[in-house]
């Protein structure tokens, strides 16, 4: 009887830590079925202990089991699946709260069918905990849907409550965060302008900010417009109607999700297309595959290129800023500082500060907006810490981001550092892309930390194939470790640690 209690108390703790960890990947994992699906198979290694219990279920359906070896497997279990630090930790939304209550129903349901007609039904349970968490989203869509219309048909009330608001839409492949921020400092020299805050950019993240956040005062609202399949920027563009837009690249960004570079450049120009006929758009002109695959909406281009109708010329960078001279399309100069490293930032602000001179902001208000901004969080931050120095470009890299952090790290003359995870999220070009991370990282750093064996492997080649010399790499088990790796290096010149990337949880 001991025995007996013990399994299911177990169980239940087991299956409870259990149901947080697959709910908070499906978070992640933006509440879509496909992808959870492609994500337990390929992370079916993660759930080994749930595989035993399977196994141990169908043996107790034919044969007696001691009831110790399941509470065992089931106490290994809740330790695997108990709660750690996350990047990005769970948020307990309404719809998390719901999922959660769905799936501890179909999860109790299971516990009474063991106790009335077999224990074999108790292991079955705890194993199929990552299906019944998409059952219980099956079965809570109809609501979901009921309320995410409620949602957004009070969100478009709000808006068309505010028919002098302007909307700017900002999309593309990178850096449309960045644009985002930089446009809204520098908005507010003559505008009191809203934002979509941190990474909301999806339907609900705009929805929410427009409930909680816009105010009837507000005269501008930069809207930042994410995607991972066609259709989710023109289902943005209808819940907030934007008169202009910025679109910052095209590139191989989610290809995994998009499948081809056709569907990205289709998604993207969804904001293009949502937008009246005297509307702005403007596309950054340095980007190749926009100048091969120009939109149909009539645009002006921004960049550094000499073509471009608004471009940032003269540049000149160092560790601790960049001065440029900024010239419009009616030819107007103007000599710029900016707290910000990197050319790709320079050509991200010339994308705002064009868009703010086209809505009648002249430029000697701008500079002193200009100085105000400060590096987005793990986007090229720099950090002092005395004889270290951190360059913290830790969001979602790219083949252009890596490119442009190098190109950032090359500016110093100190010893450079380089921790990495590599890129993912590139579907088949993903080895290819990483192998051309490692050989351009060959010729820049002094010393590269790769986090995680099989992930960087790709990475490792292109640094072999660039004579890149064995004994100034390190493999480390995880951030902690290669930074830890990092500060241990012998050296007597000052040493900038560039952290290239961070996987999500759910890598």
Known sequence: MIAYISCFV???????????????????????????????????????????????????????????LP????????????????????????????????????????????HTYGFYLLP???ALIPLLVLLANYINMPFEAWRRGTYVAKARKILKASPDLTVIGVTGSYGKTSVKYYLNTLLQ??????????????????????????????????????????GDIKELCE???????????????????????????????????????????????????????PPRHKFMTYGLNENNDFRAVDIKASPKGTSFTFVTSGGERCELRTQLLGEHNIINLAGALAMCVLMGIPLSKLKPQLLKISAVPH???LTD??????????????PSGTRAALRTLSLFDDYKIMITPGMVELGEEQDKLNREFGENAAKVCDYVILVGDKQTCAIAEGLSAAGYPADKTYVAAGLQDGLAHAYALPTERKKIILLENDLPDNY
């Not at 950019?201 to 809207?223: A, D």
């Not at 004889?387 to 890299?397: K, L, M």
């Open 239 to 293: 819940i907030a109607y934007p008169r202009h837009g910025i679109i910052t690249a095209l590139g191989q960004q989610h290809l995994e999700s998009f499948k081809t570079q056709e569907n990205i450049i289709k998604t993207k120009y969804e904001l293009a297309d949502a937008l009246p006929d005297d509307g702005f758009l403007l596309v950054n002109g340095d980007n190749e595959l926009i100048r091969a695959n």
């Open 71 to 114: 509470t065992a497997v089931l106490v290994i279990a809740g330790w695997t699946m108990r709660p750690r630090r996350a990047k990005k930790p769970l948020v307990y939304t309404h719809r998390v709260d719901r999922l959660l209550l769905t799936t501890v129903i179909l999860v109790a349901g299971g516990f009474y069918m063991a």
């Open 189 to 230: 020299a003559q505008f009191n302008s809203l934002m979509t805050p941190e990474s909301y950019n999806t339907p609900m993240g705009v929805v929410k900010t427009v409930r909680e956040r816009l105010k009837p005062t507000h005269e501008v609202f930069v809207c930042e417009m994410g995607a991972q399949n066609v």
């Open 379 to 381: 986007r090229l931050q």
């Open 10 to 68: 177990t169980a239940a703790i087991a299956s409870l830590l259990t149901i947080r960890y697959v709910t908070h990947m499906f978070q992640l994992n933006a509440y879509k079925p496909k992808v959870q699906v492609k994500w337990l198979w390929h992370n079916a290694y993660r759930f080994w202990e749930l595989a035993l219990l399977l196994v141990l279920a169908a043996y107790s359906w034919r044969n007696a089991l001691n009831l110790w």
């Open 124 to 126: 079955l349970t705890v």
């Open 385 to 398: 810490h005395g004889n270290v120095t951190i360059i913290d470009d830790g969001f979602n890299s790219n």
